[in-house]
């Protein structure tokens, strides 16, 4: 697989380590009542979509960015990547 | 049609007339007691219990394909009850001891050969956690031994005992520990099932599940609406999809692992050898091709098929392990779709629905946990209790921080 870097043009997955959905990038907040319950459900439960999946890769063998990828994971077709920090201004869909 | 060396005698003699399918085909009835999703070997057994020990009789198994197309006819065929945790242990043994009476109990010939398993040793470490699990296993009477370096060099003298990075200090037998034909598993099954009247009915895909008022009434499928009083979706690689159909989320991802089968050569490789550190695990098929497999992708993948890199990585650690594996021929390589929990551990509760059953996150072991999974989600079913060999398989027990995480990777599937 290639992922096209925003940066970097296109890149071997290698050089990639994978954490998974990208909703990752929206942790609840600590202070909340229902916190306890929040973050169950963040650090254990998943869509797990057939189909469009966005997602994180860590560009460790490269330039260090996290990227988030969208990606069919029924074809393993690659539609996009974005910058994550560029991401968290905008908000995960 | 009962299996004999009588009858195979008596068919050879009369050109062989007399043989008749193994199960019906029916088409689907408008409602059953209970309608198991998906006929991959945990289905089947789950179906094949519920007839044979606790005599439920009105019983179907839905299945969206063809038998046995699922990850039940994909894996590696190792069967073994090696764990250590005392949430698992005690289960997978449940399993092995239901692996040695299975062909007696199904009729059916499905190939289990209790060859042995050997995890190897690499460090002074390593050894004491390897002894440690081998006490595991003693208190679950799995056996085990604990095999020093020169008795492995009697038994495997093929591997690289001095390899630099990762040389072989010992390793861990179980002699009870082997493989089986896997698809043998699930027609073993689905015949003794439909032998005892349950209805498996192929090509009939679940699209739905119609529930009222928290209720569970009946699924909605490629072949109309079907009736049930409870319904439990064994579905493994689809897990995530199926479990969505009724609104919930699961501590789940599905990833894809690959498998590999050589040429066919001469008896080898006499049973299983792990080398965990170099991610690569290997045996012999009856016909001759050596069956081996490595690590998962690492992503989220629906596609039943893998990627080079990793095919790359399981080649280089079989070379490693046993350079001679370089001259053979790779036949072929697959992959196929497995639901990995966030644990590492299955899943096998009740759900918040009233009447939906769930039993998956079988990630990458599940084909030696077949015939105990059957039997306790069958026991399940049929009793409304968890059998005492799973009570630590809920769905709550991440809410709960009762995590059975056998290899310690923490929440993160694609690292189990
Ligand atoms: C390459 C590979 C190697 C492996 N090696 C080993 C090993 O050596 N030892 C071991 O213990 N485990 C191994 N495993 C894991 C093991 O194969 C699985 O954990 C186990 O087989 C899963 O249970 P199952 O057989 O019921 O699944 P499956 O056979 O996948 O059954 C699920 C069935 O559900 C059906 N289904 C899905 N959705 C629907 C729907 N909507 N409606 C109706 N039906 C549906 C599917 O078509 C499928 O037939 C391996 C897995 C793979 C992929």
Redesign the interface.
């Known amino acids: 697989?290639l992922i096209p870097h925003p940066l970097l043009g296109l890149r071997d997955?290698?050089e990639f380590t994978?954490l998974?959905?990208a909703s990752l990038m929206n942790r609840p907040d600590p202070g909340a009542p229902d916190a306890e319950?929040a973050f169950?459900?963040y650090?254990?439960?998943?869509?797990?979509?057939?189909g469009v999946?966005r997602?994180l890769w860590f560009h460790e063998q490269g330039d260090r960015s996290w990227l988030v990828v969208t990606?069919n994971?029924?074809?393993?077709e690659i539609l996009g990547a974005e910058l994550a920090a560029d991401v968290k201004v905008g908000g995960v869909k | 049609m009962r299996f004999s060396g009588f009858r195979v005698v008596k068919e050879a003699l009369t050109g062989h007339k007399g043989w008749t399918p193994l199960w019906r085909t029916p088409d689907p009835k408008p409602a059953y007691d209970i309608v198991i999703v998906g006929g991959g070997g945990h289905g089947l057994a789950t179906a094949f219990y519920l007839a044979k020990t606790f005599g439920r009789l009105n019983v179907a198994v839905l299945e969206k394909g063809w038998l046995g197309s699922g990850n039940i006819g994909r894996n590696t065929t190792i069967i073994r009850s090696n764990y250590l945790l005392p949430g698992n242990e005690p289960f997978y043994e449940f399993s092995m001891k239901l692996w040695e009476n299975l062909e007696q109990d199904t009729n059916f010939n499905s190939m289990v050969s209790q060859r042995g398993i050997i995890n190897l040793i690499h460090s002074d470490a390593q050894r004491d956690a390897y002894r440690r699990r081998g006490n595991a296993m003693h208190l679950a009477g799995a056996g085990g031994t604990l095999l020093s370096r020169d008795q492995l060099r009697d038994m495997v003298p093929f591997l690289n005992f001095d390899n630099a990075r990762f040389p072989i200090k010992g390793g861990l037998l179980q002699p009870r520990a082997g493989t089986a034909r896997h698809d043998g598993v699930a027609w073993g099954y689905a015949r003794g099932a439909d032998m005892r009247g349950v209805d498996i009915i192929q090509n009939c895909e679940v699209t739905g599940f119609r529930i009222e008022s928290g209720k569970l009434c009946g699924v909605e499928t490629s072949r109309g609406y079907i009736g049930a009083r409870k319904v439990g979706v064994a579905v493994a690689g689809?897990s995530?999809?199926v479990m969505?159909m009724a609104g919930m989320?699961?501590?789940?991802?599905?990833h894809v692992l690959q498998a590999f089968v050589s040429e066919g050569l001469k008896p080898t490789v006499p049973g299983v050898i792990t080398f965990g550190a170099g991610h690569f695990y290997v045996s012999q098929s009856d016909k001759g091709g050596l069956v081996f497999g490595g690590d998962i992708d690492?992503?989220?993948?629906?596609?039943q098929r893998g990627?080079l890199?990793v095919v790359e990585d399981v080649l280089e650690g079989g070379m490693a392990l046993m350079p001679m594996i370089g001259r053979a021929r790779l036949l072929r390589a697959w992959g196929g779709v497995m639901d990995m929990s966030?644990d590492g551990s299955p899943i096998i509760d009740k759900t918040h629905v009233d009447g939906l059953f769930f039993n998956g996150g079988w990630c990458y072991g599940g084909f030696k946990a077949t015939p105990a999974s059957g039997f306790a989600f069958a026991h399940l079913l049929a009793t409304g209790r968890p059998h005492e060999t799973a009570t630590a398989y809920r769905l709550d027990r991440?809410?709960r921080g009762h995590v059975i995480d056998e290899k310690g990777a923490g929440?993160?599937?694609?690292l189990h």
Not at chain 1, 73 to 76: G, I, M, R
């Open positions: 697989m997955a290698q994978y998974g959905d319950a169950c459900d650090v254990f439960l998943r869509d797990n979509p057939a999946h997602e990606r994971t029924l074809t393993h | 689809s995530g999809r969505a989320r699961l501590p789940i991802e599905s690492g992503y989220n993948s629906y596609a990627n890199p966030m991440f809410s929440a993160q599937p694609n």
